[in-house]
């Protein structure tokens, strides 16, 4: 076994030096000449920078090695079979990552956790109105002549939502539109009742989670979410394009938490607390209601039989769909759903590259490996980058190279349930991570088709930018990867408030610098049947270059945060989204009784700090070499400390009112929208609350909220700047 992260057993051996020194001679302790002094400091300057390669020699070796063929053979290998978590087939793609990673020589350790996931055991859906015989649904995603995988997908689990309630309902038919609490308030105000109905509603605006919630609050007996062609099949299905077939089904989680359900606020670890599997499934977070995913083709034949007024336009579907209507009925649907919530065994695959000279700070790089089915894009594609980058690292140790920082990588599992793999690790080894790490970075999808995505917390932006710029555009060989991204539609950067990935644990509850980076945003198979690596093969990446490429941005940012003596964080940017948030709160409290000049006057401060803490790293800079920083470590250290630090100091222990797991008072998830991200989400919370009840104790509590994010703000402040009050 390994020793723990940053550290060894080194320090267990009795020095064999005398306990005292023996005295110098008389004259000897009289005097030091300071001639030897300045040629061991010359000595000393000159090897770190004629003779040890600087930091950027090892970033363009790392470049310079990219193998598509690598890539391409990882993804293959992960993508056999379907591996669901907590599947037998899953634990074999666990043991390719761990070979992998142990065949290169870094320490490589399986760490395993007890959690709550589910699987279905039995379902079934019938349709009928008057006047017609019941049609059953067969609730199976079909191959294709010649598919490679066909005899693979008999493996793949049945269509399912993960925790829906089991139970039955034969109830009239509701049309949705997104399932949005806004639909649910428009179907109100024409005087559809959704009460004791079954709800259908399609994918594409918010998270299935709170599709089926929002279907539970608005009284609705199940819920059905389908895959409309308007959105997933806008052209040629797969395998002849790559949009999803008619029979596609995306299945997932409608779980809201986060983490193993049976041990909310801490670790599954061995002999660990637990509430009970019957406490676990009652509570808000989960789905509450019997529910199924259907297909593109499902879904029309039953609107096809629903009446009731015409839904409006925006409500429709594409090209050749029947007229959507709202209900209720005639159209009956006849659910049942039976499902096995159940304890299983998940593997985290950790491996660790130690630093050189502060092995007790940590770059940690991560991606899961868990699939609802084969996940060539979802999240292979992201684990074939992470191993392909791993054979980079092991090759530049072999030419000389060790990262200043400990470099750790991880692959997770479970995250499709619920993030539950990265966040029982970060809820286990919290006192750890939250004083030694400097950044995570985070590669879900890695590829899943052209044009960049990328998300950080905003300190890391100007660095994501720099390292982009130094990576080659995939598919045209003249242009940086920054070229393309500035081209694309998500040419601005991201942030990490929503809960769409492992990046979660660290930035909401522990507050960790974070990046989460993909070639490709969205794509019409998602955790469907058919992604596998012949879609992969033909329309996500057909060279691979692409997994190449965001391998490069992955490691280059993350070789600058392990080498470079000063942690290249930049401040600025977050300074103005703090700015730009207190300017959308000042918009929709105007006129009410809240003042908004504690966060006004926080964000100065931090402004102060940000200045100060600019001007030591440009004189820094200005001095590189001959500073009286380079002579003084300490100070070097508490410099990266506070740059590191500062990112811990928005977070609250209390945590947001309601959603205590969730720290971060800058950035967290919507309530109403499980992937939505939200600057200031406490406010956010309060202020929809206060607009709904319209009391003086909701603008209160809004007034609150404001006083906690400015606290925050002024300890953020103060960490960065290094002083006391």
């Known amino acids: 076994m390994p020793p723990p992260l940053g550290g060894d057993d080194s320090c267990l051996l009795t020095p064999l030096i005398p306990a005292t020194p023996p005295p110098l ?43 598509n063929d690598t890539a391409a053979a990882h993804l293959r290998a992960l993508t056999v079979r379907p591996h669901l978590a907590g599947t037998e087939a899953n634990a074999l793609a666990a043991d390719h990552v761990v070979s992998t990673l142990s065949s290169l020589s870094f320490p490589t350790r399986v760490t395993p956790y007890e959690v709550l996931l589910s699987y279905p055991v039995g379902r079934s859906l019938s349709l009928s109105a008057p006047g017609r015989d019941a049609t059953a649904f ?28 089991s139970g039955s309902a034969a109830a009239e038919v509701v049309y949705a539109n997104y399932g949005r609490r806004e639909d649910y ?40 979410i389908f895959t409309d062609p308007k959105d997933y099949t806008p052209g040629k299905a797969f395998p002849d394009g790559p949009w999803m077939p008619p029979t596609g089904v995306q299945v997932g989680s409608t779980f809201k938490g986060v983490g193993d359900p049976t041990t909310p606020m801490w670790a599954s670890s061995e002999g660990c607390e637990r509430v009970s599997v019957a406490k676990a499934m009652s509570t808000d977070d989960m789905p509450g209601i019997p529910a199924l995913p259907v297909s593109g083709r499902d879904g029309e034949e039953i609107l096809r039989l629903v009446g009731g007024d015409v839904a409006p336009e925006d409500w429709q579907g594409g090209d050749g ?10 159209a009956v649907l006849n659910l049942t759903y039976t499902g096995n919530e159940t304890i299983a065994t998940i593997q985290n695959v950790i491996s660790v590259i130690e630093g050189k000279e502060e092995p007790d700070r940590y770059v940690i790089l991560g991606n899961h490996r868990d699939a609802w089915t084969f996940g060539a894009a979802d999240p ?32 997770w599992d479970a995250e ?68 393309l991204w500035m081209a694309s539609d998500s040419s601005l950067i991201g942030r990490l408030g929503g809960g769409g990935s492992d990046y979660s644990a660290f930035v909401q509850h522990i507050g960790i610098p974070s990046v989460d980076m993909a070639i490709g945003s969205g794509y019409a198979v998602y955790h469907s049947l058919y992604d596998d690596f012949t879609w992969m093969e033909k329309y996500g990446d057909p060279m691979f270059r692409r997994h190449v490429a965001v391998a490069s941005i992955w490691g280059l940012v993350a070789l600058r945060l392990s080498d470079e003596e000063i942690l290249p964080f930049n401040y ?154």
Not at 41 to 48: D, P, Q
Not at 210 to 224: L, W
Not at 321 to 330: D, E, I
């Open 25 to 67: 001679p008389p004259r000897a302790t009289a005097r030091l000449h300071p001639l030897p002094l300045l040629v061991g400091a010359l000595f000393a300057t000159y090897y770190h920078l004629l003779v040890a390669p600087a930091p950027s020699y090892y970033q363009s070796l790392f470049l310079s090695l990219g193998s």
């Open 138 to 165: 067969a609730l199976v995603q079909d191959t294709y002549p010649g598919d490679p995988y066909a005899a693979a997908s008999a493996e793949v689990v049945p269509t399912f939502l993960a925790y829906a309630a």
């Open 185 to 224: 308030a428009y179907l109100a105000s024409r005087g559809v009742n959704v009460t004791g109905k079954v709800a259908l509603a399609r994918y594409g605006k918010v998270y299935r989670g709170d599709i089926v919630k929002n279907a539970r609050d608005a009284g609705a007996a199940a819920a059905v």
């Open 321 to 330: 769909a029947p007229v959507y209507r709202l209900g209720p009925g005639p």
């Open 380 to 411: 292979n594609s992201g684990t074939a980058a992470l191993l392909e980058l791993a054979q980079r690292l092991s090759k530049l140790q072999n030419k000389g190279w060790r990262p200043r920082r400990t470099i750790i990588l991880c692959n």
């Open 416 to 483: 499709e349930y619920g993030l539950i793999g990265s966040t029982e690790w970060v809820e286990e080894n919290r006192a750890m991570l939250t004083s030694r790490t400097v950044a995570y970075l985070n590669v879900d999808v890695g590829v899943s088709g052209s044009g960049v995505d990328a998300s950080a917390t905003p300190q890391l932006d100007e660095l994501l930018k720099q390292a982009s710029k130094k990576v080659q555009n995939p598919d045209n060989g003249t242009e940086s990867l920054y070229d």
């Open 572 to 725: 600025s940017s977050y300074a103005t989204e703090l700015e730009n948030g207190a300017v959308d709160i000042n918009k929709r409290v105007l006129g009410m009784p809240v003042s908004l000049s504690p966060l006004h006057r926080s964000i100065k401060q931090f402004n102060r700090a940000v200045l100060k803490v600019d001007s030591e790293l440009q004189a820094l800079q200005t001095w590189k070499f001959w500073s009286p920083w380079r002579n003084n470590p300490l100070r070097v250290r508490d410099l990266n400390d506070r740059l590191m630090m500062t990112e811990r100091a928005f977070t609250e222990w209390e945590g947001l009112s309601g959603r205590p797991w969730y720290k971060h008072m800058i950035y967290g998830p919507s309530l109403y929208n499980d992937y939505g991200a939200e600057v200031y989400p406490g406010a956010d919370d309060a202020i929809q609350t206060a607009k709904k009840t319209n009391t003086s104790e909701s603008w209160q509590s809004v007034q609150h909220e404001i006083h906690r994010i400015a606290r925050v703000i002024s300890q953020a402040a103060l960490v960065l700047s290094g002083g006391l009050t």
